[in-house]
């Protein structure tokens, strides 16, 4: 099985952890063993030995263990699916080495692996992979060169979101949702103009939403619920077209959510402005007492000092 390019055994029953004999495939493209029970570690030898890999998903197991640096080496990658299992640490930061999520049509095949089977009539052969996205799966025939998606979701991942994750600009769907994630978004999130869905829910993100996210034209789902995000939502017509369930369970203000960011400052200014007033308003009555006893005195004072003499 050394030729075998797609490996397709997703929504099964297996268990145990990944056969070591699979590091013989490595003329692997595609790899979806999601929706099983397998075990262990992530193997390290994924990123050693498929050097063509474009497709992995091992969602839905109970694989555990750190995130092995080795998936970097995974230059094709175009769509990663780890979610819903219970991995632990943090997202390398070599990350941005999957130039297959950086430039559309970043993977090209030989013209010898596009050759139809002779199989019986004029049947060919597609590959097919099963990807959630927003909470559905699709299936994708003719997946290469079309999507292009990272999901992580419900891991136990935590620390910030690399910076070096931004670089991924072709990526179309990232999902980090249920995680423990802190720190900020990233502001150069912005430059991933691809995007057109981002789930960052229930994690510990922290700061204000980048005012870089106004740029992501294709976004069409967002998820930013049940973090510490605060400040106000940045104005556009992009962010203010999401519901507001969009950032709820933040200490967010701002349309689409009802708490108001200016009525708060008007009030701060208002109340800021009552009390400059009164300040004002004491130091007149101030001056105007203390006229009234200069003048008394110098009316009043030449008066006993003629008396005297």
């Not at 203000?253 to 200014?269: Q, R």
């Not at 001056?287 to 008066?303: E, H, N, R, T, Y």
């Amino acid at each position: 099985l050394t030729s075998l390019i797609w490996l397709l055994l997703g929504k099964n029953r297996l268990s145990g952890t990944i056969p070591v004999s699979l590091k013989k495939c490595t003329a692997l493209e595609s790899l979806d063993v999601g929706e099983n029970e397998f075990v262990g570690n992530i193997p390290t030898w994924t990123g050693e030995r498929f050097s063509r890999m474009v497709v992995l998903i091992l969602r839905s197991n109970n694989f555990h263990g750190p995130l092995p640096t080795r998936l970097c080496d995974l230059a094709f990658l175009q769509i990663l699916d780890l979610a819903d299992n219970n991995l632990f640490g943090t997202i390398p930061k070599c990350i941005n080495n999957i130039t297959g999520m950086v430039a559309a049509n970043s993977f090209t095949r030989s013209s010898q692996q596009y050759l139809p089977l002779p199989l019986d009539g004029d049947v060919i052969l597609t590959e097919k992979a099963s990807v959630v996205s927003e909470g559905e799966a699709i299936e994708y025939d003719e997946i290469l060169n079309l999507v292009k998606e990272t999901d992580v979701s419900r891991n136990n991942l935590t620390k910030n979101i690399p910076l070096e994750m931004t670089n991924l600009k072709a990526t179309q769907s990232l999902n980090f949702s249920h995680n423990s994630f802190t720190g900020r978004i990233p502001e150069s999130i912005g430059a991933m103009r691809s995007l057109e869905s981002i789930d960052f829910s229930v994690n510990q993100l922290s700061g204000e939403i980048p005012q870089s996210m106004s740029n992501l034209m294709s976004l069409n789902h967002l998820n930013l619920s049940n973090n510490k995000l605060t400040g106000k939502i940045p104005s556009s017509t992009q962010l203010q077209s999401f519901d507001a369930s969009s950032f709820t369970g933040n200490d967010l203000c701002g349309a689409p959510l009802p708490k108001n960011c200016a009525e708060n400052v008007s009030v701060s200014e208002d109340e800021n402005g009552d009390e400059d007033e009164d300040e004002v308003d004491h130091w007149l009555y101030v001056s105007i007492a203390l006229g009234f006893v200069v003048g008394f005195g110098c009316f009043i004072g030449p008066l006993i000092f003629n008396r005297r003499w």
